[in-house]
């Protein structure tokens, strides 16, 4: 059992950068002022842990982001009794201590969890909005300032990794996808800091591989693998260097596949 999932905590002051691509602000904002629960859901690597962030801060709202794996379980999220100084004491979980002290818990790629998380998550989304800890025996009722936030790639699930539609209905949901041409280009120099004429053919080039995905590629090029090639070329490297490690090689082990992809980024990038 993981008692150390990997949880990270929103420094304050600093509103993440984040281009709204339609009216994901304004409902995100009434979901949590109506205390409903929240689905977000989209491809790896379009900017759903970024809007959560960028929200967070918006709302001045504390925020606990648990990356979700396969070995993470229910006691992960809510807490355990572990030995200290030869004592036995309950430590509370990130979803816990979100619960007791209000904000925002998301938890970030959710059916890579354990099929018990959903069991204990279904109580915060439901008009009840408690948290039972059967070990401790303490129902805790969910602040006005408490939110969750779960999300999904539903392009990357199979059998064994679902999310069961009784679990989808208790949330209202955001379906995200990547940012039209422009936009994406605008924040790919943004954030990388290359002049938005070498960013074009970048964009373009991850256009034209996303349109390999369900083909050639179980996933398309992200938004962040993006961010991480132009960042290369802007540090120096050379763009056909640049592409091969941020925009290839993370996408596909078969040496053929890389081949063909490689045909493909000549084309488009001189």
Known sequence: MNANPQVKTADAGQVPHYVPAGNECELFETAWKRQLPL???????????????????RLELPLSTVSCHDDLTAADLTGRFLLKGGETVWVDGPLTRSVRGGGICYLDE???????????????????????LERTGEVLEAPSEFMLVVSYNPGYQNILKTLKPSTKQRFI?????????????????????????????????AHRLRALKGHDLEEGVSTRLLVYCASLIESGLKPRDAIRAALIEPLTDDPDVRAALFEVANAVVA
């Open 39 to 57: 689905l977000l859901k989209g491809p790896t690597g379009c900017g759903k842990t970024r809007f959560v962030s960028h929200m967070a801060e």
């Open 173 to 205: 949901a955001i379906e995200f996808d990547f940012l039209p041409r422009e936009q994406e280009v605008a924040i790919v120099a943004a954030e990388s800091g290359l002049a938005e004429r070498h960013v074009v053919p970048l964009v373009t080039l």
């Open 110 to 132: 959710i059916v890579e969890a354990r099929k018990d998380v959903a069991v204990v998550i279904h109580p915060l989304t439901d008009d009840r909005r408690i948290l039972p």
